[in-house]
């Protein structure tokens, strides 16, 4: 197998192994099963998107097929196999066959596959990689080509994409005839990486590699490009190719910069490649990117991106909350690199990140009910701010859908030398260590509305092997116990290492303390300065005025101490509730000032009622904060 | 003498008999008078705005005389004339004339004068009073010409903006043939209202009253002017008549909307009006403004106009400081405005705001070496904002020339019945009082740094008359003494009243208290829940961060009871400083965390330094911010 990741010292247990039975995530894919997949379907339907690839389209008709439609196809294509993987559905299964037969159909004798290009503006192909979307539109039909291939053993769609990507390699690389250009929107990097490990085709690999490693190149192939359109390269809308990653080339990068989510595409392919190769100075730029995007440019709740404008990254510390853009697709790339990373070296500071995106930033995105979806995912808001069936660009819901439907993937990691546990899920895995001894793990726990996991480890034979328990930053105080018995054990990288030999049925118990913190900013991020957030665990929280009446956005909170948490069923799906002392100013007492003496106008205490920041925007509407002034302390 | 307000209380005294010899004053006037209005003629004269009145531009040239140059020569030629009056300069008088000797030949046989449309669209004469500023710039030259009147006795540019004005009389008004429009931009309505005063012509005045009370009727002027335009109504660039303060008639005005400036000159004659005709209806809507402006959309330094979008309103409490906009005109136009209704009924909540305007937000437009100016004026910056030369749209530089040039204006008040002293401003003036009796007034203090005021009081023969001393608004405990007696005295709408016999030499002894004070603002202000402002006396203070090294945009303030304040005769021209005690989280602790409980992450404390607001950025950049988050307390 010369595909696998040589480098890496652990791999994702696939979600294929992983059975979730969990208190937060079950529910969710459950929704996201019978509600969203199937809504997206009609959505795809009557926006004209699959209808799109009968090629019937003739000048003058509305809609006209848009250049990134074939995306939406992909990523719900994608998420869907992952829904059949584990629940199969006939109905479903029709549906994905109809947009795969289309895909079929759409394709054209070389292999090329985009609607836009082949009725629209049939002689520009590939003449704006820049701003259009053809290559990024090909590496979403060849992750979902993989998703599909994997989940039902059909290769229908894999065909159609591995054709697309030789014809795709006869046209871009460094040889002689062949164009040095790569796509404005990363993408295809981080796809062409899956289809060269799912088929063993290194070619795909090395087209992966080229993508990476040309990007940013000089002469910049976009300037090129863009005299070729008859154009001044100058005139870039943009302004700097910063805003697409490609001001140099990759090994050099050390500032995340630009759309968020070609940022976080990028630098998946970046991760995936020094895994592959060994590539020591792809992995110091990556670590370069990290400490820059996780120390000065990340929400607290993994939301990425804070600027409208550029949909990406500002100034260092740049992080407003009303006006936060953090588009949801953002978070999800940021889960996407994180995972690879952490599958490096096992360090837990990555899974940390994966699990405040997971937990909070991501599935803020989508309403309870499975079909309204955020794009923009601020954390304060007026009342104004409310989720949405569909988008014009429409890549946040199936991004969305896709990920709730693959969660598992983030659970585990084997290894010959033993088993890690990333994310504290409900359910059973099978993960393999040694020589591909099968290891049976069913994990118990509440989590995360409770600190307390029992993991059930039960090897189909006697085995020495690690046991890995990621210990996530958040927590301060945690306790292992081994069939009861409490055990020594080694900490490396934010994981707990216990390395003995299990049997059939072995039991541990990891208790997790998980108190309510007030976490407050780095005094650099101007915005929360003087305020905290309320976290409990991996849950960030956010105060809503449907259950705060006297106003959100005017309370203070009197800091540590006072939270007391309790679990409401009936409450947003199941959800732990903080609540904590506050202070309130008075409106009949100020309604003839608009300016006076702080001493002349004492808050009074009340009592704050605070629900986590995913959930919100999910009953009436109203104000919303996640970052409180603090009063006192 | 009809045309004198005859519903007014009180009248202003003329700045022409207040000589100013103030420690806060003197200074920023003497720039204002050297610097300043010579480098704004050299900038009238490098843009070609003066030149453009000679009528020699052709088609093709560059520049293209602008629609509005003439207001920015005519708040020049208002600026100077006020400044002649108390200094004679040959040199200023020469520019004046060379300006006057200009407009005169810019001026049509009809009496219409605007050189864009007379040279660049010579047929569009009144065709867009909706966007365009014909009668704005009319308005402007007309109080020019006043200024320029009282000021030398010559009725050179007099003559010529009557001649305008009664052209304009024949173009607008209710009668059958003349259009029933009025300005997009108001202006006139004042200029208009002076004018008629100075003339002694009450055509004048009903021309202004025709402007007001046409406003906002339907079926809207500016509907109809965009149909002959071929322009369709509703694709109006702003929306809605609200930004122009014509959607409905201003009688039935109770929100302030749209942009602050035209709000500003709009209410001014709106209450000059109801001054003038005792209509209780304006009045009322004046009231019902006065109140929405000052209780929710002003901030704390008399800026308004939060939104650069509208130059203007947004919604309620609706005040964020890094992005106001508070553009420089603005609290110009809202110290007109409550100058006016000060002297209806002499109620010193308006003369609160006249003080609060001057001494910060106005006067912080200015550099100290009053060669620079900001169009606008935010309260937090992150060290980007600074004063320019001069803009295209050049309205705020010479306004700001002129209202310092007048300072004078708002100190005093007259009336039969008694003397009112509104401002403390140190010089002498002359006051009448009975059937004209005057007084001589000595005022001596050092205020705004001290709240010590001696006033000599010496009227020409021994009368008994009122004198009313203000009580600032920000003044919780006070004292009076005449010729070192304390009296009792009755207080009547933030004045001190004491009624007695004047003898010459009689001397008042006021000594407001005036400790430094955290302000607190009405909690519906989002952008400052939980943060203070410092203000002493009727100066509201910032931080920056060449006084405050550890970055003023990263500090917390500890309230009340710590703060000191010395008098710096060395700093920014003399000012008082105050410095309270603060904390600053460690930069090293956080080197390595983005979020972190906040009880881990004590800060230390730190010594803070506070300037004057309408000082900053006078010295090195940096920071700077007005609002401090709160610790402690």
């Known amino acids: 197998m010369p595909l696998t990741p040589s480098h890496a010292r652990y791999a994702p247990v696939p979600f294929t192994r992983v059975t979730i039975d969990d208190v937060f995530w079950s529910p969710r894919m459950a929704v996201n099963r019978n509600v969203t997949v199937p809504m997206q379907y009609r959505q795809l339907k009557s926006t004209g998107r699959l209808d799109a690839l009968k090629l019937e389209w003739k000048p003058g008709q509305e809609p006209v097929p848009h250049i990134f439609w074939e995306s939406d196809i992909a990523k719900w294509i994608e998420a869907a196999s992952y829904s059949l993987a584990s629940h199969p559905d006939p109905n479903l299964t029709g549906m994905v066959d109809e947009a795969i037969g289309l895909l079929e159909h ?60 030789d014809y795709i390699g006869t046209v871009f690389g460094r ?17 062409l990486i899956k289809l060269a490990r799912h088929t063993g085709e290194s070619r795909y690999m090395e087209l992966a590699t080229y993508f990476v490693s040309e990007r940013g190149a000089k002469p910049y192939y976009f300037d090129e490009e863009a005299c070729e359109r008859g154009e001044r390269p100058e005139a870039y ?8 990653q490609a001001s140099v080339p990759v090994r050099e990068l050390s500032r995340v910069t630009g759309h968020a989510v070609r940022a976080m595409y990028l630098y998946t392919a970046m991760a995936d490649l020094a895994c592959q190769h060994g590539d020591a100075d792809l992995l110091a730029a990556c670590e370069r990117l990290w400490q820059h995007l996780c120390l000065a440019n990340m929400y607290i709740t993994g939301g990425i ?5 550029n949909e990406g990254f500002t100034a260092d510390y740049d992080l407003p909350n009303e006006t936060a853009y953090a588009e949801t697709c953002a978070p999800i ?30 599935i803020s995105g989508v309403s309870l009910g ?45 290894s010959p030398a033993g088993i890690a546990v990333n994310l504290y899920v409900a359910g059973k895995a099978e993960a393999k260590v040694g020589d591909g001894t099968s290891v049976e ?30 210990i996530p930053g958040w927590c301060h105080k945690y306790s292992i116990a081994v069939n009861g018995v409490g055990v020594d054990h080694a900490t490396e990288k934010g994981y707990a290492l216990i390395s003995r030999t299990w049997t059939k049925g072995d039991v541990v118990t990891l208790t997790l303390d998980m108190p309510v913190e007030a976490i407050a900013a780095n005094p ?48 947003l799906g199941g959800v732990v509730v903080v609540e904590g002392n506050g202070l309130v100013y008075d409106d009949a007492d100020w309604a003839k000032d608009l300016y006076r003496p702080l001493k002349t106008a004492q808050p009074k205490p009340v009592r704050l009622r605070a629900v986590p920041y995913s959930t919100w925007d999910n009953r009436e509407s109203g104000g919303m904060v996640v970052w409180v002034p603090v009063m006192g302390g």
Chains 1, 2 share one sequence.
Not at 237 to 244: E, I, L, M, P, V
Not at 395 to 412: E, H
């Open 106 to 165: 759409a394709q054209q004798p070389d292999g090329y596959l985009n609607v836009f290009y082949t009725l629209v503006e049939p002689t520009k192909r590939w003449s704006n990689l820049r701003d259009n979307h053809e290559l990024y539109c090909a590496g979403h039909l060849i992750e979902a080509a993989v998703a599909h291939s994997k989940a039902t053993g059909s290769d229908r769609l894999l065909n159609v994409m591995c054709r697309y990507a």
């Open 175 to 191: 040889e002689s005839g062949k164009k040095r250009g790569y796509c404005g929107h990363p993408e295809i990097e981080l796809a």
């Open 333 to 362: 790339g940021l889960v996407y690199w994180n995972s690879r990373l952490l599958h490096l070296d096992l360090d837990g500071k990555y899974a940390d990140i994966v699990e405040r995106a997971l937990y909070n930033g991501i």
């Open 237 to 244: 809308w943009a302004g700097t190719y910063d805003y697409c």
């Open 524 to 571: 650099h991020v101007v915005a929360d300065l003087g305020r905290v957030a309320i976290q409990r665990g991996p849950i960030v929280y956010c105060l809503e005025d449907v259950d705060n009446p006297q106003g959100v956005r005017k309370v203070l909170l009197t800091p540590e101490g006072a939270f007391e948490t309790y679990y409401d069923a009936d409450l």
């Open 441 to 470: 793990l069913i994990q118990e726990t509440r989590y995360p509305w409770d600190g307390a996991i029992r993991l059930s480890v039960s090897p189909e034979q006697v085995s020495k092997f690690d046991l890995r328990l990621r």
């Open 305 to 309: 991106g804070p600027s409208r404008h």
């Open 370 to 414: 499975g079909d309204k979806f955020f794009y923009e995912n601020p954390l304060a808001s007026s009342g104004a701010h409310h989720r949405k069936e569909w988008f014009v660009c429409a890549c946040c819901p199936p991004n969305l859908a896709r990920i709730v439907a693959s969660i598992g993937d983030y659970v585990y990691s084997e």
